[in-house]
């Protein structure tokens, strides 16, 4: 972000209960200046106006602390010379349009996590937890008579399948027996034009 010897507010929406850790850093402050002309005055307040951290005169720092409320955390930062005030003075529109122009870049991190209490306010309720539980209940059941039903089924398969083989060698062995009775009546048959024909002298 780029700032200026006027104050610049921006703010962060932040859950209750997160961690907020972050650092910020002057653009340019290392580049072989012993005593960099400016410096960053950060202030850090919570949604209900308490000051939470106050940076002065740096050209680098960390902040850090816990949201014991939701909402907007404003962040204050503006530049000084080093025998400058703590606080950003108004001054003439002339002396105003003068500042306006010594702007820095400031590098500004954020880093936002969850703390115990927070998961412990996500954990599920006792209500949560017996619904969850009947609902649970209820895929069991569920299952069951779906296992119930497949059990039938194949029991049923099962005697389908011994029928089809029952039928099948029943249906095998009245073919043989019928391919056995024909085999007979032929022979029988040949056996009787053979017999007639010898008895009228034709063979």
């Given at each position: 972000?780029?700032?200026?010897?006027?104050?610049?507010?921006?703010?962060?929406?932040?859950?209750?209960?997160?961690?907020?850790?972050?650092?910020?850093?002057?653009?340019?402050?290392?580049?072989?200046?012993?005593?960099?002309?400016?410096?960053?005055?950060?202030?850090?307040?919570?949604?209900?106006?308490?000051?939470?951290?106050?940076?002065?005169?740096?050209?680098?720092?960390?902040?850090?602390?816990?949201?014991?409320?939701?909402?907007?955390?404003?962040?204050?930062?503006w530049l000084s010379r080093g025998t400058e005030r703590d606080v950003p003075a108004?001054?003439?529109?002339?002396?105003?349009?003068?500042?306006?122009?010594?702007?820095?870049?400031?590098?500004?991190?954020?880093?936002?996590?969850?703390?115990?209490?927070?998961?412990?306010?996500?954990?599920?309720?006792?209500?949560?937890?017996?619904?969850?539980?009947?609902?649970?209940?209820?895929?069991?059941?569920?299952?069951?008579?779906?296992?119930?039903?497949?059990?039938?089924?194949?029991?049923?398969?099962?005697?389908?399948?011994?029928?089809?083989?029952?039928?099948?060698?029943?249906?095998?062995?009245?073919?043989?027996?019928?391919?056995?009775?024909?085999?007979?009546?032929?022979?029988?048959?040949?056996?009787?034009?053979?017999?007639?024909?010898?008895?009228?002298?034709?063979?």
């Amino acid at each position: 972000m780029e700032v200026s010897r006027q104050a610049k507010c921006v703010g962060k929406e932040i859950p209750k209960y997160a961690l907020v850790a972050g650092s910020y850093r002057v653009v340019g402050a290392e580049d072989g200046d012993a005593e960099p002309p400016f410096k960053v005055h950060l202030q850090l307040t919570s949604p209900e106006g308490k000051q939470l951290h106050y940076g002065q005169r740096q050209t680098e720092g960390h902040f850090g602390f816990r949201a014991d409320e939701a909402g907007d955390f404003t962040l204050c930062v503006w530049l000084s010379r080093g025998t400058e005030r703590d606080v950003p003075a108004a001054g003439s529109a002339r002396a105003g349009r003068s500042k306006a122009r010594e702007r820095r870049k400031l590098d500004v991190a954020w880093r936002v996590g969850k703390s115990h209490e927070a998961h412990l306010s996500e954990a599920p309720k006792k209500e949560q937890i017996e619904t969850f539980d009947s609902e649970l209940r209820m895929l069991e059941n569920m299952v069951a008579s779906v296992e119930a039903e497949l059990a039938f089924f194949h029991e049923r398969e099962t005697e389908m399948r011994d029928m089809v083989s029952v039928t099948h060698f029943r249906v095998t062995c009245i073919s043989l027996a019928s391919l056995l009775v024909c085999i007979f009546l032929a022979a029988l048959q040949f056996w009787h034009y053979k017999t007639f024909f010898q008895h009228k002298k034709l063979l």
